[in-house]
Structure formats: structure tokens, C-alpha cells
């Protein structure tokens, strides 16, 4: 493994009962990723009433508060506070606070970046989901956009999974703007169209240990995220040209 600097964007609402052994999880992985070293971990607070915030400070973590509601905008304030940083770090992963992605899985997702083989790598769940993690529902939704996004996109994606590894540089291209449940398919539908590498790999995904899912808990959250998801892999196909030349200014600026 190569001496990466990394920094963790962890979205969280009402997670206190999974904080501490979030991360117990996170410091037991630190010798194993080395000369890898986790730089910052930063809770994007997405405006909890149950202690998460003060529970993660307690843990050395990194809090910023964000009252927007919404996956996106959680993942976006952290990122705003490690842009204002004095040096970026050179990979960004982000997982989810309620332990459903495991951060033993870590290196695996870390070993394509260091060799230089990827800008994006998606912890791919399917395959190794405990029973019960991963519903019918929640299938048949992630089938049809994957399936969405090998027509429009041209990438084979097994899966839309939240843990995942990117590099700073890659982040500052997709230019992301997303704010609720269409953050994770945003990414992956953006760095399809701009011809990005991209590497899946299994990783466990287990049931939450503690709380309520905000996405699978209820048919209302399922039926929100299913018809976000759609409505964005179908926007950014009609953007795609205007993804592309945006990307390409940029580069050449």
C-alpha cells in the first residue's frame, strides 16, 4: 500500500448507538492500511437530536453540523470543510455511520488507488450482503439502475453502494451537487459519461446493528430514494454534453 492520505466522510443522522463501535472498527483497520494513514474523519451531522455529534468529537472525529436534510448534503458540508483545509487529502472514502459497511474492507477498496488502477472504487455489496441486509426491494432497485446506467452510460456497475473510495483530484472534476439519495448514482452515472476508471470491489455489507434505516425502514423512504435515483441517471444523460465541456474547461483553465 502505498502512503495515501486519506480523509473519511461519514454522513449520519441520529447514530449515536453506532458511533462507538464505529470507531472502535475504523482504529483497529489504521496498521493494516499503512503506510495508508487516515487523515481526518469527518461527520457530516445532518442535524441529530441524540448526542451523535458530541458522541463522534468524543472520538476525535472531525463535526459539521448541516441543517439541509439529505444524504448529499451531509456528504457536501464534509467535503466543504476538508476543501478549506491547508493541503487536500489524496483519496476521500466515505462510508455510512450505522455499520452496514464494514471498515475492515478498507484496504481492499485502497489497493486500486495506491496501484494506480482507479480514480473510483465502489464497495460492491451483492455478493456478500448478510441475509436480510439487502431487501428484494432494495435489488430490484439497484438491478435497474445499474441496468440504466450500462444503456445510457455505457459502464457495467454491479452495484450503487455508499462505501467507497475517491481520489481528490476525481472529486473536483464530478463537480457534485447532489443533496438527498441520488448523491451515490450521481457519481457513478457522472464518472460513467466522463470516461473515469472505475473498479468494484465485494465488501461485506451487514444489517445495521443499532437504530432505524432513514432509506429501507419505511415504503415512503424506498419509493423517494427508488424514484430519485431514476430521475437522476435519466437528468444526467440529457446533461451529458454539458457535463463533459464543463469538465474539459476546467481542464484546460
Not at 457530516?44 to 459539521?64: H, K, M, Q
Not at 451487514?206 to 432505524?212: H, I, L, Q, S, V
Request: hydrophobic share 45%; glycine share 8%.
Amino acid at each position: 500500500m502505498s502512503d495515501l492520505v486519506c480523509d473519511l466522510v461519514i454522513p449520519a443522522y441520529n447514530e449515536r448507538e453506532n458511533i462507538d463501535a464505529l470507531f472502535d472498527a475504523i482504529d483497529s483497520i489504521r496498521p493494516r492500511i499503512a503506510p495508508a494513514v487516515i487523515r481526518h474523519c469527518v461527520i457530516g451531522d445532518n442535524n441529530s437530536t441524540d448526542g451523535t455529534g458530541e458522541a463522534a468529537r468524543s472520538r476525535d472525529a472531525v463535526v459539521v453540523h448541516e441543517a439541509q436534510r439529505g444524504y448529499g448534503s451531509a456528504c457536501l458540508r464534509a467535503l466543504a470543510w476538508i476543501a478549506e483545509q491547508n493541503a487536500p487529502p489524496d483519496v476521500v472514502v466515505f462510508l455510512d455511520a450505522d455499520l452496514s459497511d464494514d471498515p475492515a474492507a478498507l484496504p481492499a477498496l485502497l489497493q486500486p488507488l495506491a496501484e494506480d488502477r482507479a480514480d473510483i472504487v465502489i464497495g460492491s455489496r451483492v455478493k456478500r450482503a448478510e441475509p436480510g441486509a439487502l431487501n428484494v426491494v432494495q435489488r430490484f432497485g439497484n438491478g435497474l439502475a445499474c441496468t440504466m446506467m450500462h444503456l445510457l452510460g455505457g459502464v457495467r456497475y454491479g452495484d450503487l453502494g455508499p462505501f467507497r473510495a475517491v481520489r481528490w483530484s476525481t472529486l473536483q472534476q464530478l463537480q457534485m451537487s447532489d443533496r438527498t439519495w441520488g448523491w451515490t448514482v450521481e457519481m457513478q452515472m457522472k464518472a460513467a459519461l466522463l470516461s473515469m476508471r472505475i473498479v468494484e470491489v465485494d465488501v461485506p455489507y451487514r444489517r445495521r446493528r443499532a437504530g432505524k434505516s432513514k432509506i429501507s425502514g419505511t415504503i415512503r423512504g424506498v419509493v423517494t430514494a427508488g424514484t430519485k435515483i431514476i430521475t437522476t441517471i435519466l437528468s444526467l444523460w440529457w446533461q451529458r454534453g454539458r457535463i463533459r465541456r464543463a469538465v474539459a474547461a476546467n481542464t484546460m483553465s
